[in-house]
């Protein structure tokens, strides 16, 4: 399977889902790409195979980097 979305935890009221992750205690293969959104930002220091995808600036652009 090439993508799969994980639900982790759940909390009333609001929560970044970088808290969420933490809390859950889920601890996910080292093996495993996570590939998550602005929400997960500091995941890299919980989990070494992560990214976060850089966004195009506001009327700028991306490196080919």
């Known amino acids: 399977?090439?993508?799969?979305?994980?639900?982790?935890?759940?909390?009333?009221?609001?929560?970044?889902?970088?808290?969420?992750?933490?809390?859950?205690?889920?601890?996910?293969?080292?093996?495993?790409?996570?590939i998550g959104d602005k929400g997960y930002q500091g995941i890299c220091n919980l989990h070494e195979n992560s990214l976060i995808p850089y966004k195009k600036p506001r009327g700028g652009q991306l490196t080919l980097e």
């Open 1 to 34: 399977m090439t993508g799969q979305i994980i639900c982790v935890h759940k909390a009333k009221g609001r929560v970044h889902d970088i808290e969420l992750y933490r809390q859950s205690k889920v601890r996910l293969n080292r093996f495993i790409l996570v």
